[in-house]
């Protein structure tokens, strides 16, 4: 090889030094950019602009085209275009509906809030990609629909809309007092069994815990698993048991308390025999396989009689529509114990979130198709095409619903006022994910109830202690 | 001969370092600028300093995922390279020499494709797939065949010191046949007379593995390496998808990545960044201890 002295001037060492030179002279464009992708930014649309009368109470420009989010999930989205798009068409016909299905919200539509720009009107907020409600809210994203909930009902404008929804449902999406979203789908907790084994085995659903107990030892003879929740994905299932028998115990105050990062609140003496009691369960009753199973396995398990017991909520029969034997026969039984609470009491709540964003160009229209949604047409068609109830409680009689979920709302009305809810494991997401390894390490036999509420109060004190996570007072 | 040359470098090299300037140096900027805010996404950051460090240091689930990843820093590639080394060699030079070339054992053609088919499988397929081998009970590959033989089902990822190497078995699994390859490669050129020679000297095949084929392949092997150092700083897939609860049980199995993706998750981008951070050092800190420690006289031949 010849390499004459000329050529050989710059040799290629020196020019990855002056490459990276060059890199470092660009820099200053890296921080142009990285102002651009982190800039908020954006004004605040005009709201309304029609003229409010009875029938457009909230004043929507009735040629304001409306932009709608839905997210596709185990509903689909035709209940929207099917049910409440066409409800919002007819009282506005000049308004263009724009119906946007994202499965993909977090990734889809934070760039659109952080930039400010093509902003929607209303947002259905859901599924595993969320956007996270507590940043949503403390950034100023959410507009307050105390307008719609202020507003006349449209079947029945002698009632506010706040007056025709199930208890609980206003405050669930209240963060500091304020309501920014409105949880659309009611939901009811239990404990669930297939009401043809029950049938065929002479088993009658246990109202209190020796009876339960008795119950688990004799299923226990018969050669089936008591009871059981998937540790792999779903200990919250667990946790929920456990809060609820906390609940009903010590009364709503024990979890009211947790909500409100109340110092040493997972210490109530409530909380501690809950998770006595059920900890017991879980060294005699449960298969310690069930710590590494997803829900669908041991959702499955229970669909071939394998399992008796399992926690969960109201959409369960649903996604489990595929597996269940025709005569499976779901049924839903409170939390088996009483103590402040009847022993009929059982978390009911809401879920699916929807959200009017405060920099909508057209946020009246927004809250009116919220109006829409909990209008008679709208609650009703929604329960009668997915099978599942909404907080606007008369919209769901009169439907037919397939055995689990007439059983839960059986439940759920017998319960009356002594229902409860909760709201920490939404807003302290690090909360959950602690909650959720303690319960797997008590459930199967690692910890005491005694160190499960040490350890969860412990990271219960951390998030209080955290300046960097929103905090909301219940 | 001198004029026109800048240009004609400059005109080369401009695209690629812009590219590289705003896809690779622009974003780590900015997660180091991140990691010094509380930024949620939707409102400008904020700037907090060095608070997320600081925080940072007192995370217990921080220094259980930097110890896993001191474990598998040290077993990925001892375990994955030393198969690997062994299968090649099997495949490559153990059949003896035959017709003038070193030949592998009966049948190396076919193993060299079956030992390659897991590099074909996405990672998170594979961790799907390894559900089914671990799950604890009948229906588990694993579990089933011991159940049946009359022994207890072994908790593959729900007992908390089983569980990590459970993870790291599949990386092994997974990686071992792409090292493979590489190694066949590096041994295919390593010339057959010196195998030759060193066989009419009397060496055995375990001789010929540790005096020819070892010294000759350093250079590859080293690179293997670094590479499977810095798998072993990843391991996402495997764990987000295969772990109980995702990192668990008890945080047993977590990674920085999980971290970093459980705290994006949160909305606690500033916090997911400084975690970023972190692991960018770790992974600096690697590859430069790496290529000091191993570096060698290169063997020419």
Partial sequence: ?474 | MRHGRYPFIVGFLAAPITLYVVFVIAPYAQAFYISMTAWRGFAPPRWIGFDNFRKLIDDDAFWKAVSHHGIMLVTLPLVTIAIALFFAFLLNVAGGARGGTMQGVWGSKFYRVVFFFPQLLALPIIAVLFQTVYRPNSSGLINGVLMKLGFDPVGFLIKPNLALWSIIAVLVWQSVGFYLVLFSAGMASIPKDIYEAAEIDGAGRVTLFFRVTLPLLWDTIQVAWVYLGIAAFDAFAVVDVLSVDQGGPDGSTTVLAEEIYRNFKFSQLGYASALGVALFFLTLTFAALTLRVTRREAIEY
């Fill in chain 1, 1 to 474: 090889m010849s390499v004459s002295p000329e050529e050989s001037t710059i040799d290629r060492r020196a020019l990855l030094r002056r490459a990276a030179a060059v890199g470092l002279v660009t820099l200053p464009g890296a921080g142009l950019l990285s102002a651009c992708a982190t800039s908020g930014g954006g004004d605040s649309g005009d709201t309304g602009g029609g003229k409010k009368t009875a029938a457009n109470p909230l004043g929507v420009k009735e040629d304001a085209p409306l932009d709608v989010v839905i997210f596709p999930g185990g509903y689909t989205d035709k209940y929207a275009t099917d049910i409440h798009e066409p409800l919002y068409q007819t009282a506005f016909p000049k308004a263009k509906i724009k119906h946007e299905a994202v499965t993909e919200i977090d990734t889809t539509l934070r760039p659109r809030f952080a930039s400010g720009t093509d902003i929607p009107d209303m947002v259905n907020n859901s599924g595993s990609k969320e956007m996270d409600f507590g940043a949503l809210v403390n950034d100023g994203q959410l507009a307050d629909l105390t307008p719609l909930l202020d507003a006349p009902s449209v079947h029945d404008p002698s009632k506010k809309v706040r007056d025709t929804l199930q208890k609980g449902t206003v405050d669930f999406g209240s963060y500091n007092g304020k309501p920014y979203v409105l949880f659309y789908v009611s939901t009811v907790w239990g404990v669930w069994y297939s009401g043809k084994l029950f049938t065929d085995r002479g088993w009658s659903a246990p109202s209190d815990w020796n009876a339960f107990l008795a119950l688990c030892e004799e299923i226990k003879k018969a050669g089936i698993t008591p009871f059981g929740y998937a540790g792999a994905n779903a200990a919250y299932y667990m946790w929920n048991v456990i809060l609820t028998h906390a609940a009903k115990l010590g009364g709503p105050e024990v979890v009211k308390a947790i909500d409100n990062l109340e110092d040493g609140a997972w210490k109530h003496d409530a909380i501690k025999q809950a998770a006595t009691a059920w900890a017991e369960v879980g060294a005699k009753y449960m298969d310690k396989a069930y710590e590494g199973l997803r829900h669908t396995d041991v959702q499955l398990q229970q669909n071939q009689y394998k399992l008796a017991f399992y926690p969960s909520g109201d959409w369960l029969e649903n996604e489990q529509k595929k597996d269940t034997p025709a005569d499976f026969k779901y049924q839903m039984m409170p939390v088996p114990v009483k103590g402040k609470l009847s022993a009929a009491a059982v978390r009911a709540g809401a879920g699916e979130g929807y959200f009017v964003p405060a920099k909508s160009k057209n946020k009246a229209g927004g809250m009116e198709y919220l109006r829409r949604m909990l209008s008679m047409d709208g609650a009703k068609g929604f329960a009668e095409l997915i099978k599942s109830p909404t907080v606007m409680t008369a919209g769901s009689e009169g439907v037919t619903f397939p055995p689990g979920v007439t059983s839960s709302r059986a439940a759920f009305k017998a319960a009356g006022q002594d229902t409860f809810d909760l709201t920490w494991d939404k807003d302290y997401k690090p909360l959950d994910v602690e909650a959720r390894t303690q319960t797997n390490a008590l459930m199967f036999g690692r910890i005491t109830p005694d160190q499960f509420c040490e350890r969860v109060q412990k990271k219960a004190d951390e998030v209080k202690n955290d300046k960097s996570i929103i905090k909301f007072k219940r």
